[in-house]
T-cell receptor, first 113, second 111 residues
Framework: LAKTTQPISMDSYEGQEVNITCSHN???????ITWYQQFPSQGPRFIIQ???TKVTNEVASLFIPADRKSSTLSLPRVSLSDTAVYYC??????????????FGTGTRLLVSP | KAGVTQTPRYLIKTRGQQVTLSCSPI?????VSWYQQTPGQGLQFLFE???????NKGNFPGRFSGRQFSNSRSEMNVSTLELGDSALYLC??????????FGQGTRLTVV
């Protein structure tokens, strides 16, 4: 599975847009990029998944450049409740099934009033 | 639709004892995986079951074992507990392999 690199922490204020970038230089052709959110003492929660270009859902947007060596999770107008750890995962989960989801250190986002 | 249910939520055990944790996946999900989360090591994959068969195993000692039943419910067992086994144990299920649904976890404390 491709190794990912994310910032350890980020700070923001309520109402701002937050962009968290993940580097995955060794991404394979069949790999997808998936982001999870985790609150303290809870299991991670799926946010968004993409393969290339841009994906948007009701919670976030995921931007993936043409070379796919990085991706950016964009959270519009964050609120205090968005304070959490965000994980970027890369893998061929569609073909190989749900196995060995490798969670890195994640990015700890702190949203202040 | 009920989510992934893990029992118990909290557990305190003594070194040397064994423990069994339970996970009920979302109805219809046949894939169940287990993870250990500690402040120092983060989230680490333990094993994955699919249709009662262990499909993958992480890098944990043989004291950690699991199984899956025909109704997809899964159990994880840790024998001869050590202080370092204190962690949040998370179970996740999936139907498609695209999205994993996690339970709230079992907080195990070994004293």
């Amino acid at each position: 599975l491709a190794k990912t690199t994310q910032p350890i922490s980020m700070d923001s204020y309520e109402g701002q847009e937050v962009n968290i970038t993940c580097s995955h230089n060794n991404i394979a052709t069949n790999d997808y990029i998936t982001w999870y959110q985790q609150f303290p003492s809870q299991g991670p929660r799926f946010i968004i998944q993409g393969y290339k270009t841009k994906v948007t859902n009701e919670v976030a947007s995921l931007f993936i450049p043409a070379d796919r060596k990085s991706s950016t999770l964009s959270l519009p107008r964050v609120s205090l409740s968005d304070t959490a750890v965000y994980y970027c995962l890369v893998g061929d989960m569609l073909r190989t099934g749900f196995q060995k989801l490798v969670f890195g250190t994640g990015t700890r986002l702190l949203v202040s009033p | 639709k009920a989510g992934v249910t893990q029992t118990p939520r909290y557990l305190i055990k003594t070194r040397g004892q064994q423990v069994t944790l339970s996970c009920s996946p979302i109805s219809g999900h046949r894939s169940v995986s287990w993870y250990q989360q500690t402040p120092g090591q983060g989230l680490q994959f333990l094993f994955e079951y699919f249709s009662e068969t262990q499909r993958n195993k992480g890098n944990f000692p043989g004291r950690f074992s699991g199984r899956q039943f025909s109704n997809s419910r899964s159990e994880m067992n840790v024998s001869t507990l050590e202080l370092g086994d204190s962690a949040l144990y998370l179970c996740a299920s999936s139907a498609t392999g695209i999205e994993a649904f996690f339970g709230q976890g079992t907080r195990l404390t070994v004293v």
